[in-house]
């Protein structure tokens, strides 16, 4: 049984940083490309950022330079590093995992095999 498992979520100042973990277990977490999504009630799910199986990244517009994903294939977990956060980035976070070939990065929902269970994230003013 496949399970994405978050931490790190939780209430942070505007202007402040949080890192968000992914824990996977139940598949060959090498063997798959890694991302993140958010949602806001009434939205749909907005894709932030991907990371390869090889560790390559790319990143929505409305995070490049504040965020960054990363992987630790021994620890089996990605992470978001999310810094200068504005309120507008208050939202469910989700991880999803996809298999797929080297250097793959999806970016579409359909792209992803398994999702985490979210976590939510706030950001006061």
């Known amino acids: 049984q496949v399970q994405l498992v978050h931490s790190g979520g939780g209430l942070v100042q505007a202007g402040g940083s949080m890192r968000l973990s992914c824990a996977a277990s139940?598949?060959?977490?090498?063997?798959?490309?890694m991302g993140w999504f958010r949602q806001v009630p009434g939205k749909a799910r907005e894709f932030l950022a991907a990371?390869?199986?090889?560790?390559?990244?790319y990143y929505a517009d409305s995070v490049k330079g504040r965020f960054t994903i990363s992987r630790d294939n021994a620890k089996n977990t990605a992470y978001l590093q999310m810094n200068s956060l504005k309120p507008e980035d208050a939202a469910v976070y989700y991880c999803?995992?996809?298999?797929?070939?080297?250097?793959?990065?999806?970016?579409?929902?359909?792209?992803?095999?398994?999702w985490g269970q979210g976590t939510q994230v706030t950001v006061s003013s």
């Open positions: 990371v390869s199986r090889s560790g390559g990244t």
């Open positions: 139940g598949l060959i977490f090498s063997r798959y490309a």
């Open positions: 999803a995992a996809g298999y797929g070939i080297s250097g793959y990065t999806p970016k579409a929902q359909s792209d992803y095999d398994y």
